[in-house]
């Protein structure tokens, strides 16, 4: 028979859940989400900083990568990720969030600054492999805290902005490629290991920003802490009352019965993710791996496009690549409230859609040679003005949509599926055919991407679920819930 956890305890009632709920939005809030939310900061730090030194890491002395080499790198690093969000996703589940994202944070800032004392290919390639295992188990702790923190009708817009967020990191290492870059200002054989340095440095500041963040009452109650959640959650509303809020008391029919667990056997995440919600695990899946390659296959290779095919200088590539990380930030920010209020199915199917079409247009262009380097940029600009909040989905679909004794493995499972059948094949794929320097061979990996998206618009309007503003609890009720 299959185990469907370990040490059951006795029954209990709690109101942490709606407790949490009915809370204003405060700076609690804000500071959960400064603290936490620049996860993807420092993911779209890294992918920039990895596609914006491509050049330089082609003429360093130490490295001398070739195109198809670069690409690989890029596939370290989202192979490490994929390996990270596995291993520390099943650490989440079984020891806490807040554990998870100290350890995690750790080792990427660790792995990134070793990465800029590699001294040859293979350390290189060693290093950003394990801090992708850091980003990559950051997802999993990052997102299941704040989905488990944040009320039910803030929570569309605010995930999609924060994922949105990865494109603040990208303009910043757009800014610090165009300084550490610029032989005139440093040698370049030290500029892109200088450049991997910044996000050891705001690594550690973030490490020291996350102290004061609780661990999750919702997944303390459920593994039999549950007097230590309500320790949790009177703290926060002690900070919302002395911030002048009233706090109407919780009716008790809002309270949810739950059975205790110390962990739940990975015997069961897989019959939940097979049987249970199977419909789910196929929409998380077809999202997750759409736009994993989709975004991939463009941004990782996208200094590679404009050196070969535009010769735009390698300390030039930063000034492209901020334009295009605004449009990124500026889609979830400006689309990011519709999926609370159209709804996330009419939503998510729009933005893929919507994104496949743009992408074909632009990719004829490309293949006609019709666009400088700044009208190719354009293009991208309008494509994931789009593209952005459709993959900002995919992760708030997955993290909402499972029950909390599983979130953070489901949501690591889902990651590295995605990302290693989309994320890390992209680059690779992409270096080879960039390599090439067939425009027509660009333009057939463009348009497979594309149907990829439209594929999944198709699953998502037949399939996704309206989650928009109801309790996590009531999209997917808990495994160990009763009554």
Known sequence: MLATSTHQSEEISTLIPARLERLPWGRFHVLVIAALGITWILDGLEVTLAGSVAPALKESPALRFSDSEVGLAGSAYLLGAVVGALFFGWLTDRLGRKKLFFITIVVY??????????????????????TGCGIGGEYSAINSTIQELVPARYRGQLDLTINGSFWVGAALGA??????????????????????????????????????????????????????????????????????????????????????REHTPLSEVVDTLINRHRVQTFVGLTLMAAQAFFYNAIFFTYALVLTKFYSVGSASVGWYI???????????VILGRLFDTLGRRIMITLTYGLSGVLMIAVAVAFQQDLLSAMGQTIGWM?????????????????????PIEIRAMTIAIFYAI?????????????????????????????VFAALLMFAAAVVAARYAINAERKPLEQVAAPLSAVG
């Open 382 to 402: 309008i494509v994931f003005f789009i593209a952005s909040p459709a993959a900002s989905a995919a992760y708030l679909t997955v993290s909402e949509t499972f």
């Open 109 to 130: 800032l660790t792995a990134t600054a070793l990465t800029g004392l590699a001294w040859n290919g293979f350390t290189f390639f060693l290093f950003r492999f394990f």
């Open 418 to 446: 995605g990302t290693g059948v989309g994320g890390v094949a992209a680059p690779l794929v992409f270096g080879k055919l960039i390599e090439s320097g067939s425009r027509n061979s660009i333009f057939g990996g463009y």
């Open 322 to 332: 901020l334009p295009f990380a605004l449009s990124n930030f500026l889609g979830p």
């Open 175 to 260: 800014v610090v490629a165009i300084v550490l870059l610029n032989p005139a200002l440093i040698p370049s054989e030290w500029g892109w290991r200088l450049a991997f340095l910044t996000g050891a440095i705001l690594g550690l500041a973030v490490f020291f920003m996350r102290k004061w963040v609780p661990e999750s009452p919702r997944w303390l109650a459920i593994h039999g802490r549950e007097k230590e959640g309500e320790d949790v959650v009177k703290g926060i509303e002690q900070r919302f009352e002395e911030e002048g809020v009233k706090l109407e008391p919780v009716p008790a029919d809002k309270s949810i019965g739950l059975r205790s």
